[in-house]
């Protein structure tokens, strides 16, 4: 895991996210490197936060591309694993856009 500007996630993620969106991480799939790039604009990550994109740009590592809902969409994605390690995701979270 590396710490990047948002400049640099809009340059290795083809673009600037959807108004209102803050890309979050990225990860390319099954990147041999196993490269996870988080912002770091984002200086108040909460845990679930950060398992949450964790867990989303692991599983683009893994080879796992964008699903409708769950941990893999690209944008307010869910996570029941993190919700059971570090309790409900906060209501007010920002809407987020984890994308590869
Ligand atoms: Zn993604």
New binding site residues.
Partial sequence: MRWASPEQLAAGSGGEPGQGLTTMG??HLRDPHCVVLLNDSVTDWTPYEFCLVIE??FG?LKGLP?AASGV?A?VDAHSPDCEAAFGPAPEDAPVTA???
Avoid: L
Wanted: hydrophobic share 35%; aromatic share 0%; proline share 18%.
């Fill in positions: 990225i990860a989303h740009e683009h964008h893999m690209p984890p994308v590869s």
